[in-house]
């Protein structure tokens, strides 16, 4: 690549060349044919496309000021490398006082001054019988055609890029587009990349077609880096009503700091195919993970996606050593059942957080959080004019004063999406003298919505009414969208048709990875106004549903589908699709989050369960991977049987070398551990110890040694336990493992603690710690505050154990980190019922019992029931502690936490012995002491007393 093509690396912007009179046709083949399809074609690698067509970017004031030439030098110039030149029959214009035409002026700027390295330059010479058709009776002198021939020679000789006599427009058409292709193919070629960096992508290049097409307002730029410079921590939101151009306003600020040094992190909602954050937290989670090498893996449930993205973000400002800008547009088309309680309610110093929402409740909750506003108003007479001006000299287009200030005047001009949908139909305008009248018959819009209509009827009347109709109701029953090879083979439209069409919808088209939509909300309203879109939906989705069925395997079929069966609630239909194992596959890799939202209305409206619809995919010989990922789901549901089946499947068809096989045998030994089989589990992370051994892989290693650890510690295996996780830190410390060494370091703690060395375990815990706060992980700081809170409690230091949970309670609010707070709240319980404070005690349980219910998560449920069971007791309230004990004990059988059900079967076992119902304490105590033998558990013991205690009252 160039220097020249260097330096405009994101960009190919070309110059037209020819005469006008005579080369119309050409030149709305190129506006209405091809560039469209270049475009697209750029935009698949991040370039933007920029022609500059001079019909009509000369104004009369300009000519008579002889500005003429001296512009089209400029744009030629500015343009270089790419050119595109046609010849014909015709010399063309010679300036007053110049020797040569503005046409070969064009040529010698655009052409000939690069010498050799041309290559670039693409020229048409037409034949003498289509010139002769275009532009009959040509009455240019003999001295002009002369200079024409001369100049064809010069061409033909000098060994350019030129197609010499095409004879048909389509012709002609075809061989542009090719040539222009293979020049982006050579400058810019494609590189392969996953999902959620070519998302990223997507998103940045909204963020440059800001920058590049849209209209910078300096004074809100001005605001927006005065905002960057100062700490970060509270985000900055920019509100505004709809149109106003918050999005364009951000995402062109944004790319002017893209040079700045910070890491950008942005997500314009509405921008793109999936709007869940989950999606969204999860590709910021894998990039900062990436750029700051966090080791950080996505996890599948929300709350714990919402740790991580909190915690990736601390760990990555301590680790950068830059500023991080996190841009989040239109918050108000978030898909999401959880408010914004996703989002933190603080940032790291270091993080610069922008948001923008339009009126409405999720503004209303950006402004209760206490969030400073800038406020994104009507734009002034001035800045009107200015942005004007400097949209259309992007394309070397010029208003004369009047018309501009007609334009400028306007009311509805002040929203900044009107005045850029109204520039942009007068930049694809081809005509200067009907530009007054057009520009007229728009401003009678007098609003957004009414331009929107004035665009569509402009629409309706220049094409095929009934093929303007079937695109426009295609793009607004699509799922995610349509190709425009999907297009044309769906809606019936010819090329030249579509791209008329396509040039026109431009500004309202989302081109992600060449799938177009269209996103905005007040267009599609005007388009089901003037067509009868409602009353077609059902047809026009079971048309789209019978394409896109044809080919089920398809990644366009299988991102398509989905969403039109649940549009048009076909519950029984998605359900067989998405059990389909390619399907399944593709999708669970590109979005567990939604394959899951989507089962669950399944499974709600249908009754099929997924044990039964993957039962024949479960039998099946399918890939080691596509097993993994499954049994991760059936894991994710709590469906045992299935995961247990699944792993072992895929334990069987692994070779002990790849990943695949020792995060199996991992995720089987979890399993095992928590539904009681000790003994089993023990053996898989004994098999994956010994493959992460032989084949290397020390990450795997130490988790493997990490679990078999807490496997001895549940058993009361203390010092086994501590020796393992010994191993696990010394692994962790050679790898420079800082999230993992912090949770070794906590586990030894406990160690340390079950054995009775209390100071060797707060040495731990206060470790992890300062080794958490060093790398900002905060979920590891609330960890360790916890464990510290219970050290302390158990040294009867009350005072300090209350501020232990109240700096954890505090960390846990200000991060929004809804499971540490339940944690949090658990322990300051303890702590008030140790001090003796009952009723406090019981107010915090409460608390955390209610976020356990609200998050459904069972595990921390089951621990809140056992301390306000105990909490009941002490009040006297016997009834309540055994209801908490009942609900403890269902949980844990349902879930399989066998060794928590160990432990509840025997806390209710006391119970009811303390209540005189020996019968049913035995009965209790009989079940434990079964599990706690098979188990080795550390409550053996404890249930021999009790069991020998109850049969001495029953001798008596």
Sequence with gaps: MNSDCSARRYSVRVFISSTFKDFHAERNALVLIVFPRVEAYCQQRGVSFFPVDLRWGITQEQAERGETVATCMREAE???????????????????GAEISVTELEFERGVFSQGADASRALIYLRSDGLSELQY???????????????????????AYHCLNGYNTIDEFAVCVDRDLRMIVDRDFPPTMMDPLAAERISHMQFSRACAEQGMPRKALYKKLSSYLAQPGSTPLVVSGIPGSGKSSLLGGWLWQQMGSGCFVLAHFFGKTADNSWQRMAARFVDELSTAFTLEMEVPEEDEALIRTFTNALYMASARGGKPIIILLDGLEQASSERGLSWLPLEFPNDVHVFLSAKTGPVLDTLRNRGYPELRVGRMTASVRSRLAVDYLGKYAKHLNEETLGRIVRAPAAGNAMFLH???????????????????????????????????????????PHQHVERVLSLFACAGCGLTESEMLRLSGAGNLLWSSLRA???????????????????FLSAVTSIFPVNEKKTSIRLKLREYFEQIPANRRAMDELPVLYEKSREWDALGNYLSNVSVFDYLWSHNSFEFKRRWVLVENNTGIKKEAAFAGVIRSDIPPETGLKLARFFQSTGNTQETMVLLNKVIAASHPQTRTYQLALGYKGNLLHVVGDTKTALLMYQQQREACIVHGNEMELQRALGNTGLVHFARGEY?????LFEEAEAICRKLRYHDGLQVVLGNEGHCYYAIGELDLAKDKYLQQKALCAESKNTDGI?????????????????????RCGREQEKLARSMHNMSGLQNALNNLAQCYFQYGAKEEALLMITQAEDICRKSGNAMSLQKVLLNKMEIFTAYGNIPAALSCSEERIEICRRCHLILHLCDALYRRAVLLNDAGRQAESMVDALQAHAIALQNNSVLLSKIEYLLNKERESSDV
């Design 78 to 96: 500015e343009c270089r490398p790419y050119f595109i030149g046609m010849l014909g029959n015709r010399y063309g214009w010679i300036p007053p």
């Design 136 to 158: 009959p009776g040509n009455a240019e002198p003999p001295s002009a055609k002369s200079k024409l021939s001369l100049l064809k020679r010069r061409v033909i000789e000098g």
């Design 421 to 463: 949908t109204l520039l942009n139909e007068l930049r694809l305008f081809g005509s200067f003298e009907g530009l007054e009248s057009r520009v007229d018959w728009y401003l009678e819009a007098g609003s957004l919505p009414g331009l929107f209509l004035k665009l569509l009827e402009r629409l309706a009347e220049n094409f």
């Design 504 to 522: 026109a919808l431009s500004p309202f088209l989302l081109d992600v990875n060449g799938v177009l939509s269209i996103r905005n909300r007040a």
């Design 719 to 723: 010092r086994t336990a501590l020796r």
């Design 782 to 802: 609330m960890t360790a505050l916890g464990s510290l809170c219970i050290f302390a409690m158990r040294k009867g230091e009350l005072q300090n154990a209350i």
